[in-house]
């Protein structure tokens, strides 16, 4: 008999490990949702595991649907795409932008994921009592300026007041529609082992502007927000690779490592990241390692992912970077059979691990 090296066995032991440890991650991805706090916490609105299971356990345990169940940025229903959000950052202006163009932007994203045209759009606010008028004329003013550069319309909504001390300042609740004019529908199921993944530019801009301008961290930065309408932007995306384009996500709460997290698990595929591809600021990631936080968690508002037939790539990349929120494309990895639902980052040192979804929420309010 042939005796194996110690070095075979040593490998065969790893492989082991891996896969029982791969086993049991989708083990519990596959339990049914429970939620064991008695009551809400910031986690929650993170977009992380907290948020995920009270969606699962509570909202679609009580609203299941065939187009609620996808958890999509937007449903489709026939030739339309309809969304809605609701804005509680504080502060409620910051670097580069403030709740009103926020309010905008974020829901034309959300119709423009689903390779819809945003045409129409609904705001309720509600207002604490005391809240100046001054500020509420300069949020109102955003939304027209974000509304018109995205060629969309505000055409209803609505207005309450609360008692001072019962909000804070101002939230904002959005909904858009938009229409198709082409046969294309990106989603998140529709992702597919191959596939090309890309960001449209550089990520944590935004919450890492919204974490410094609160004050607390006495940390200074030349960081603005990129809240930016994707519409034009998807648009090219379409126009260029058609039915190649399979999945487009904006990378918001709990940023791209969350979106990665999300696609995988909706299309049963793994994605390869390369921790050195993945485009940030210097300034950016500074701030990140000042607070000990992982720039792939950090949300955006005006960055997305890309999942695009691997021939298709280089196509999509130029029609990115030929348009200005597109800039700073880059490919950052692919998508595999296997493992299937996880996200691998190589990093910087060399080795592979995995981003998972995080469980609780290093900044809080940032939408």
Known sequence: MTAIPEDADTTREAATREQQVLERIDRVRRRKARLREDHITLCHGAGGKASQTLIDAVFLDAFHNPHLDPLGDGAVVGDHAFTTDSYVVTPLFFPGGDIGDLAVNGTVNDLAMCGARPRHLSAGFILEEGFPIADL????????????AADVQIITGDTKVVQRGKADGCYITTAGLGVFDHPVRPSAVAARPGDALIVSGPIGDHGITVML???????????TSDTAPLAALTAALIDTCGTHLHTLRDATRGGVATVLNE???????AAVIDEDAVPVRPAVRGACELLGIDPLYVACEGRMVIAVAPDAAQAALAA??????????AVIGHLTEDPPGLVLLRTAFGGTRIADLLVGDPLPRIC
């Open 137 to 148: 004329r300069r949020i109102t003013a955003s939304m027209a300026a974000a509304a018109h």
């Open 213 to 223: 301008a609160r004050g607390e961290l006495d940390i200074h930065a030349d960081i």
């Open 263 to 269: 696609i995988c698990v909706a299309a049963g595929v």
């Open 320 to 329: 990115l970077h030929a348009h200005p929120l597109g800039h700073g494309a």
